[in-house]
């Protein structure tokens, strides 16, 4: 099992891990607009497996037509820090020495603590910003990561990803989000945000599992 979770004051929001809140839904952090969905995306373990395996690879992103640059690994031991498990129960901190892993073309995996700089634009909505991986965890039914903004994008907040393999031998793929609006344009127009969040839920969706692609 691998688990880390980063956190420190350079992200651009104070809710760090607000996403792991199994209420987040009726309690989003303050000024920010909360959304979620899961999609069933097959059953048993080497569904489960493929699907990790695209998660941590940053397939997701990819296949929303964002670029990933200047990802930068966090260096040295990495900290476990308070983190929750499937039932939203706190789960002890511990130290770890980071693994660092890459794909075929050398980019480096979903790690804690990692940055990365991500630009692009879907459906019209633009993107470019710095965003920080503040979870990562592999667990034997539980993959996830979450992102959270460092600075420069239109909005402000945070964004989990999990893949998990139910006792039912069904895998499903969940997104979680919060989003702050930052900009002024969204600020006045908070339905932008939810139109921006629909069309990149539906992106991750059709990027992690080949059940809905076009």
């Not at 009726?26 to 999609?39: H, M």
């Not at 983190?83 to 804690?112: I, K, L, M, N, W």
């Amino acid at each position: 099992m691998r688990r880390g979770t980063f956190r420190d004051e350079t992200v651009d929001y104070a809710a760090v891990g607000a996403t792991q809140a199994p209420d987040l839904m009726q309690y989003p952090p303050e000024k920010s607009i909360p959304a979620e969905e899961s999609w069933r995306i097959g059953s048993g373990q080497a569904r489960f497996e493929s699907a990790s395996e695209s998660l941590l690879s940053w397939a997701p992103l990819r296949g929303a037509g964002l670029s990933l640059a200047d990802i930068r690994p966090a260096s040295g031991s990495g900290y476990a820090g308070v983190a929750y498990d499937a039932d939203g129960t706190p789960v002890a901190p511990s130290r770890r020495e980071a693994e660092q892993r890459f794909d075929a073309e050398g980019t480096p995996y979903v790690s804690a603590g990692a940055t990365v700089h991500v630009t692009g634009r879907l459906s019209g909505y633009r993107a470019d910003a710095e965003l920080r991986v503040i979870l990562a965890v592999e667990e034997p039914r539980r993959t996830a990561f979450a992102l959270g903004t460092v600075g420069g994008s239109v909005v402000s907040g945070e964004e989990l990803f999990l893949i998990e393999w139910r006792d039912n031998d069904e895998v499903w793929f969940t997104v979680r989000a919060f989003d702050r609006p930052v900009s002024t344009l969204y600020r006045l127009l908070p339905r932008l945000i939810r139109g921006r969040r629909r069309q990149l839920f539906r992106a991750y969706l059709t990027a992690v599992s080949p059940l809905f692609a076009p």
